[in-house]
Nanobody
């Protein structure tokens, strides 16, 4: 089992930055492919960003078109965390953000995640 705990959410103004973190436990972090998803009110959960397991250092990150160039996903193997740095936030980024993990993988997939955090609220006002 993999446990995921998100932190860092909150309320900000449009144009501000916010950093989300997700602490993973239960399996060696280097074996986990990590992703971030979000769900806005009345909408389905959508992919935001993903990074392959550290065991496959050659893997590329992936981003949803709506956040590409504004958000950056990164991992810290020493702290067993994945971070989502969100810049130039827009009201449309308002959502509950979820951290997700899957075991293994050389790519950064947009689906197939087996483990999920409880989610954390991000609110961006105009």
């Amino acid at each position: 089992q993999v446990q995921l705990v998100e932190s860092g959410g909150g309320s900000v103004q449009a144009g501000d930055s916010l950093r989300l973190s997700c602490a993973a436990s239960g399996r060696p972090f280097s074996t986990l492919t990590m992703g971030w998803f979000r769900q806005a009110p009345g909408k389905e959960r959508e992919f935001v960003a993903a990074v392959p397991a550290l065991l496959w250092n050659g893997g590329n990150t992936d981003y949803a078109d709506s956040v590409k160039g504004r958000f950056v996903i990164s991992t810290d193997n020493a702290k067993n965390t994945v971070t989502l740095q969100m810049n130039k936030l827009e009201p449309e980024d308002t959502a509950v953000y979820y951290c997700a993990a899957k075991i293994g993988g050389r790519s950064a997939p947009r689906n197939g995640y087996a483990y999920w955090g409880r989610g954390i609220q991000v609110t961006v006002s105009s």
